[in-house]
């Protein structure tokens, strides 16, 4: 069996290969294989029109290319221009969005659209840094409007881009995590540091693009048409399946405690237990932090514990966390009073009848039955 690193830990590639090694050739690589396989034929590509790449960006997050072909379109003719989607109220743009989901990105579009027209005289700004300052528009897309419209070289990082990136890197960790995703931009940095000073940005970020989507798909990357395949790390790892990580399951935090279950003539010791707190308001028995806790306040009492009285400890599980509970059974001696004020000598006929916790309650059975059935007996 293999271990994984932990879920923020990174791997960035092959021990032996310099990261630069697999940075050269990287975007030019990228390139050639879109001009020759990549799409040209999307309505929003080649029109250099910010506002139609705005557009079809916002369209496509979680959303289909051919499911947004035709809002693209119906939503262009009736607002060709950022003027006219700005001038429109939220309830005349909202039907053309109806059917597409996610309906925040609507209003964000609208809302951007009136910000642009007010603030910058309804024209982008120049800068994927300046567009990025806009309602509702990431990091990521502001770099692809701003490299599809302006040529300007700055990385894209969509969700189908992070996953060739993650591959051909060998990025462990879930590409959510922050100190993961800020690994990738720098990688998606490096590689655009590394291209040629000509490079095309408009086919480089569609190449990405379409290399995520078409090739290096979620299931079942295509390796065997991939460009980047001859030095991918996830490729030569055979790691195409583990990466990218999924979302880290939420650790569960470990306690610990010991109880003490004290009987003494068919009476035992239970405890009632504040509230709020950990079975606020139910009875359970005398709870400590440690072993060693439980011990110092058995031997205060005049009891002296053997290992006999351990019972086998386990594992209750909470919403929020694990408890490893270690029991232990013990006969008090007669004349034990009570310690705490919330405590109570219970007989064992009115266990039945008790709020208790089922770890608790199961914890009785533990309990001398034939005391407990002389009692029951009038004995
Ligand atoms: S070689 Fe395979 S895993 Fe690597 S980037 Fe290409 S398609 Fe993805």
Redesign the pocket.
């Known amino acids: 069996m293999s271990v994984r690193p932990a879920e923020t830990e990174i791997v960035p590639a092959l021990e032996s290969t310099p990261l630069t090694a697999l940075h050269e050739n990287f975007a030019a690589r990228v390139c050639e294989w879109q001009r020759a396989h990549g799409r040209h034929r999307l309505p929003w590509q080649k029109t250099g029109d910010p506002y139609r790449t705005w557009l079809s960006e916002i369209m496509l997050q979680q959303t289909q290319v051919s499911t947004v072909i035709p809002y693209y379109e119906r939503f262009l003719e009736r607002f060709p221009t950022i003027e006219s989607l700005a001038a429109a109220t939220q309830d005349e743009v909202m039907p053309y969005w109806a059917g597409l989901g996610y309906y925040a990105r609507a209003r964000n579009l609208h809302r951007c659209a009136q910000v642009i027209v007010a603030s910058h005289g309804g024209r982008f700004p120049p800068t994927a840094c300046e567009i990025a300052e806009l309602p509702g528009i990431g990091r990521s897309t502001a770099a692809a409007i701003a490299a599809f419209s302006y040529g300007e070289r700055t990385p894209i990082l969509d969700g189908n881009v992070k ?2 990136f993650t ?2 890197f060998g990025v462990h960790g879930h590409p959510g995590v922050r100190a993961v995703e800020q690994r990738l931009w720098q990688l998606a940095e490096t590689a655009l540091d590394a291209a040629p000073p000509d490079l095309d940005m408009a086919a480089y970020t569609h190449g990405l693009m379409d ?1 995520g989507s078409q ?3 979620r299931g079942k ?3 065997g ?5 001859s030095d ?4 030569r790892l055979g790691l ?1 399946q583990v ?1 990218p990580e999924p979302k880290p399951r939420r650790t569960v935090p470990e306690r610990s405690c010991a109880m003490l279950l004290l009987h003494h003539n068919d009476y035992v010791l239970l405890e009632k237990q504040p509230q709020p707190g950990l079975w606020g308001g139910l009875w359970s028995l005398p709870r400590f932090d440690t072993p060693d806790e439980l011990a110092d306040a058995c031997r205060n009492q005049g009891i002296t514990l053997s290992e006999s009285q351990r019972m086998a400890s386990f594992v209750h599980t909470f919403t929020h966390f694990r408890l490893h509970i270690e029991p232990w059974c013990v006969e008090a001696p007669a004349g034990i009073a009570e310690t705490r004020p919330q405590q109570e000598w219970i007989p064992f006929t009115r266990l039945e009848s008790v709020a208790m916790p089922a770890p608790v309650r199961g914890l009785m059975a533990a309990l001398p039955a034939p005391q407990a059935d002389a009692l029951r007996e009038g004995r």
Do not use: F, G, I, W
């Open positions: 996953r060739v591959r051909y290399l090739v290096c798909k990357p295509e390796c048409v991939c460009p980047l395949a991918c790390v996830a490729k195409q990466l």
